[in-house]
């Protein structure tokens, strides 16, 4: 939080439950969650980092299903960092009581699986190794083609993801003309980012939404939060810390709140044309009903 920067964590649903319910009594974003059968309930491109420590995800597994999901969340140029096994496996797999070859073979797989994502290793330093996802697939066409495994997804909506099964593909980024392009548009440094029109919209690639109607409604929820502080002067004083917006539209309530201390889950049905991600806001798609009187 020193640094100005969301972060969301998830556990799955067995004793790493109550992890979940101190992160969220410690005012942290926290959901339970994890990589099963389902595509996470999040749309493409919206994270700038995953981390995982110690998750003991079977990432290699299953043809590298849920590795290719961490990529489809990724934003182009985003990270993965990784601490724990096999990471580090020459001086601590004595304390993991694992055998070193395994180990091995296990780092070798995952290594070779990240680069047929066309992702670059940055670093490995002790326990902990980052990859980074390319900002566009222009080289990663021909290298997918050549390789055969993975293929990329043919699904045309790779943001449509409640109750859908994830799939051992690769998500495509949107095509740019420019190596050094940023597929689907560069996002703004935060804090500019928060109060600027992603490039989805600026593009139009979102039906009924402009640069305008995001700025009108950016300024509708500065007008009513003012109001909001006037009738609950103890929601800004630091009493209040978890706030969840069950219908979010375009994330302004949460935008205008951003100078509080406070955070804000963003709800957006499932159903829901746009979402909140790219401006730099948490949210979930959420099986609450679309309403039309937002």
């Known amino acids: 939080m020193d640094y100005n920067i969301l972060t969301m964590s998830f556990a799955p649903l067995d004793v790493h439950e109550a992890q979940v319910q101190f992160a969220l009594e410690r005012g942290l974003p926290a959901m339970v969650g994890l990589l099963s059968t389902y595509q996470l309930p999040y749309p493409s ?10 998750c003991l995800v079977p990432w290699t597994s299953y043809d590298g299903l849920y590795l290719m999901e961490i990529d489809r969340v990724l934003r182009p140029g985003g990270y993965w960092v990784v601490s724990g096994p096999p990471i580090s496996w020459k001086t601590s797999y004595r304390g993991w009581e694992r055998d070193a070859k395994d180990l091995q073979k296990e780092q070798i797989s995952l290594e070779n699986l990240a680069t047929r994502l066309c992702w670059k290793k ?57 190596i ?57 004083s630091g009493k209040f810390r978890n706030i969840m917006d069950m219908n979010a539209g375009l994330g302004g309530f949460a ?40």
């Open 45 to 54: 491109r919206s994270f700038d980092v995953a981390h995982c420590s110690r």
């Open 122 to 178: 940055i670093a490995e330093r002790g326990p902990i190794a980052v990859w980074r996802k390319p900002t566009n697939h222009l080289h990663c066409i021909q290298k997918l083609k050549a390789l055969k495994s993975p293929t990329f997804c043919v699904k045309s909506d790779p943001d449509a993801v409640w109750y859908t099964k994830m799939e051992p593909c690769v998500t495509p980024l949107p095509m740019v003309n420019e």
């Open 180 to 236: 050094k392009d940023v597929a689907g548009g560069a996002l703004e440094k935060w804090p500019k980012r928060l109060n600027t029109a992603p490039p989805r919209i600026r593009s139009g690639f979102i039906e009924g939404i402009t640069v305008k109607s995001f700025n009108e409604d950016n300024q509708l929820w500065k007008k009513r939060v003012s109001h909001y502080r006037i009738i609950l002067e103890s929601l800004f």
């Open 255 to 294: 935008a205008a709140l951003a100078k509080y201390p406070v955070w804000v889950m963003n709800a957006v049905p499932f159903d829901a044309k746009h979402n909140t991600l790219q401006t730099g806001i948490l949210s979930s798609f959420s099986p609450f009903k679309l309403s039309n009187s937002r």
